[in-house]
């Protein structure tokens, strides 16, 4: 950044949604993309008026009903109203409540496992603040592990081919795309609002062009969804609609074309992959009885059989890359498309050869296809945690409605731990959980529950502890991704709202009180890692001071070498992948060990047992929203220029909404027996016949939070889905998928109120 600029107010800052650089005039934030942008994220401008809206937590607040009668579970959370407090007051009330926690029941009565996306700061990021604080100051918590992003492939992929990194994070890039691949078969598309995010920021969105750039050099694309809009037009690509959650039938039936017709790549299944012959009797009706053939599969996943054959035959021979969206897994029995899709990929012998073979989750971040920088990033020591129990991170719900009940997860069983004290910074739990009116039943349980956050969500809301967190704009820090070379001096570039505080204030102010404020202070030169990694490449490493001055330094990138499984396809001997065969594992005797027939040994089409029936008529597609990161922003003006009415907007098919006498701009329902939600219905012929689209990310705002099962009149699809693992291996989220029933509504429309301050 010149000095014009600087002079001018501009100051550099970054978003998990992209770099920019921004100034505060006129109670607005102006906004520049980063000039090396090629395709800036219209995301950034719900920045504009978001610093001083009314949905900003002002001063820290006490739940009445904690203040007045102490801690322990209490069925008022997210009913009662609030009581504002000094922060001196509030910061002792809750420090004498950890202590009191832990010398009654010690750190493992502590969650902290505080699942979220916080900021793209990577010094001021919320979990790993609160995590740090709860190791350096109580001795630990009980944490949660894997992500809702990809709670199933990234139990899955370690076991078949490499962890989730090594695939998704160094494997195909969008250079080796544009410049190589033949055919992309994509799997739940690779839509552009997906890939225009990236935890810790992304300053050049090159999706877009290279997909422009295989098109023109002749590559073919295949989208396999239930949205034609998954690709963007730049792909042209060919739609295939799919019954939502039938991939893995659809890829099985392109196997089977390849078996019978020999089309696969039998040298590759020999030399690369263990258990093929296995997989092969299934594939054929070993066992069941049933060939996996295109007849078969057209009766499930609705693609015509006819083709079914020619798209594997159109596969089979060239340069194609098979690409499976995280979407896919966020559904029941979701290990099996991920795992599928790499027998399918395996099977076309192209797997390590640049442009071709597999690309898991390629699209779904900006953090898929690129090269990774090659070194650390400047991020905050955690400390140690002393407690050893965790859970997969979708099992909040449960863990605590059945303290000491067992769980399976990946080939063993646990315990849940019972929790008296729950700590959330940087996540809404009622954006990213299923199941919500569970949840609410779940809030009720523990004796205390703490949010950091600077808005009022509805995690807020729950809380009996808030305490007002800074935005990103308010403070400074460094942004940085390990899947982009810029990393960005983040400079403030307004003034902190009201009385909010940075989370690292406020834990250091904690850490103070309970007698271990150095503990939790030292060490916090972020930036020396990466200056000294830089040294020893001998690169340019400039002191922290230069770069903060500068706004920006680009650190050095690996080669496009393919990773791991690049290295694997050149010499498997030399290179074996990190599974116990060191192959590709097309079946697996560690999972098939474990005994779960919901994860048997190799990939298999299973039944789900969550599908429309007579009352619920159609799927739910609760996938990411285009205007908006998850939850975060939701007021702000890009996010609610996309609402109608004030609510958030549900596609479905033209043909749906007649049978339903729905028109456009219709208020609908959508209910099933776990809730309801209002949601404004747009018709579009872009969504399958049966399927109606529902983007996360409309806050809750519940009618009446005094019933049990409230009608949520904005459209927060959570609502609806279910609160159930992918598998017993995995215990992933299936938050994308569901059955609902729509109706038109005809009721005086209820006033939006999620973002008013609560009483
Ligand atoms: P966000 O809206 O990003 O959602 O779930 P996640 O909880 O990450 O929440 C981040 C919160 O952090 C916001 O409330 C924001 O205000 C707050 N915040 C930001 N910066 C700070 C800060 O500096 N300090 C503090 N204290 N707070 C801060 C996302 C999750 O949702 C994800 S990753 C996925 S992939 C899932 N996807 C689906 C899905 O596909 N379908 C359904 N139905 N449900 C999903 N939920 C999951």
């Not at 005039?25 to 000039?35: F, G, I, K, M």
């Not at 916080?118 to 603040?129: E, L, V, Y």
């Not at 090159?206 to 034609?228: C, H, I, N, T």
């Not at 859970?391 to 605590?400: K, N």
């Amino acid at each position: 950044m010149n000095d014009v600029s600087r002079a001018a107010g501009w100051r550099p800052h970054s978003a998990h949604w992209g770099s920019f650089a921004a100034r505060w005039q006129d109670e607005r934030v102006e906004l520049r993309p980063h000039p090396d942008d090629p395709d800036p994220n219209a995301v950034l401008e719900n920045f504009a008026t978001a610093p001083r809206h009314k949905a900003r937590i002002a001063q820290p607040m006490v739940r009445r009903g904690w203040l007045e009668h102490g801690p322990g579970p209490d069925e008022r959370r997210g009913r009662d109203d609030f009581i504002p407090v000094p922060w001196n007051r509030a910061l002792d009330l809750l420090a004498t409540e950890l202590a009191r926690v832990r010398d009654l029941h010690g750190p493992g009565a502590v969650f902290g496992g505080s699942y979220g996306w916080a900021s793209a700061g990577r010094f001021h990021h919320a979990p790993g603040q609160l995590h740090r604080f709860l190791n350096m100051v109580l001795g630990g918590f009980v944490r949660s592990v894997n992500s809702y992003s990809a709670g199933a492939s990234s139990v899955i992929l370690p076991h078949v081919i490499a962890s989730l990194d090594a695939v998704g994070r160094r494997g195909v890039t969008w250079e080796q795309i544009a410049a190589h691949s033949d055919m992309v078969v994509a799997f739940g598309g690779m839509a552009l609002k997906n890939s225009a995010i990236a935890a810790g920021g992304v300053s050049r969105h090159v999706e877009r062009d290279a997909m422009r750039a295989a098109r023109e050099r002749g590559a073919r694309f295949v989208l396999v969804s239930p949205l034609r809009d998954d690709l963007p037009a730049e792909a042209a690509a060919d739609w295939l609609p799919v019954v939502p959650n039938t991939d893995t039938a659809l890829m099985l039936a392109l196997a089977h074309t390849l078996a019978t017709e020999g089309l696969h790549d039998r040298a590759f299944l020999a030399r690369f992959c263990a258990g093929y012959e296995t997989f092969e009797s299934y594939l054929l009706g070993g066992g069941d009885g049933q060939p996996k053939d295109a007849a078969w599969a057209a009766t499930i996943c609705g693609v015509p059989a006819d083709a079914i054959v020619a798209l594997a035959r159109a596969m089979a021979g060239r340069r194609t890359l098979v690409t499976v969206a995280h979407a896919l897994q966020r559904a029941e029995h979701g290990e099996q498309p991920v795992w599928m899709a790499l027998v399918l990929a395996a099977m076309l012998g192209q797997i390590g050869l640049p442009g071709g073979g597999y690309g898991y989750a390629l699209g779904t971040m900006g953090h898929y296809g690129r090269r990774e920088v090659a070194v650390p990033l400047p991020t905050l020591p955690q400390g140690r945690n002393g407690v050893g129990v965790f859970i997969p991170v979708a099992r909040i719900t449960d863990m605590l409605l059945r303290p000491g009940g067992s769980f399976e997860y990946n080939g063993k069983r646990f315990t849940y731990p019972d929790i008296r004290l729950v700590y959330w910074a940087g996540g809404n739990l009622f954006h990213h959980h299923q199941d919500l009116n569970r949840l609410r039943g779940a809030i009720a349980r523990p004796d205390t529950w703490v949010v950091h956050d600077s808005v009022w969500t509805a995690a807020a809301r729950h809380a009996d502890i808030v305490l007002p967190a800074t935005m990103t704009l308010e403070r400074n820090d460094i942004g940085a991704s390990s899947a982009d070379a810029l990393m960005v001096a983040m400079h403030q570039v307004l003034p902190p709202f009201a009385e909010a505080r940075d989370d690292y204030a406020i834990f250091a102010a904690l850490a103070r009180r309970l007698g271990k404020a150095e503990d939790f202070t030292e060490g916090r030169d972020a930036y020396a890692r990466t200056q000294a990694a830089l040294v020893e490449r001998g690169g340019a490493a400039p002191d922290f001071d230069v770069f903060w001055r500068r706004g920006e330094l680009l650190l050095p990138m690996h080669e496009d070498d393919g990773g791991i499984v690049g290295a694997f396809r050149r010499d498997p001997g030399e290179n074996p992948l990190p599974t116990p065969s060191g192959r590709i594992e097309i079946a697996s005797a560690t999972i098939a060990g474990f005994g779960y027939s919901d994860c048997p040994g190799h990939p298999a089409w299973l039944t789900p047992a969550d599908v429309p029936d007579a009352r619920h008529r159609l799927w739910l597609v609760a996938n990411q929203p285009a205007r908006r990161l998850h939850s975060q922003l939701d007021f702000g003006e890009h996010s609610q220029a996309g609402k109608r009415r004030g609510r958030e907007v549900a596609r479905l098919h033209p043909a749906d909404a007649a049978a339903r006498g729905i028109a456009d701009g219709d208020i609908i329902r959508l209910f099933n027996d776990r809730g309801a939600c209002l949601a404004a219905a747009m018709l579009s012929e872009d969504v399958c016949r049966g399927v109606v689209h529902l983007p996360t990310g409309a806050w809750y705002d519940p009618a009446d939070p005094e019933d049990a099962v409230p009608l949520c009149v904005h459209g927060n699809p959570n609502v609806l889905t279910r609160d159930v693992g992918t598998s017993r291996l995995a215990q992933g989220c299936t938050g994308q998928l569901t059955a609902v029933e729509a109706v038109r509504f005809a009721g005086n429309l209820p006033p939006i109120r999620a973002y008013d301050p609560p009483e």
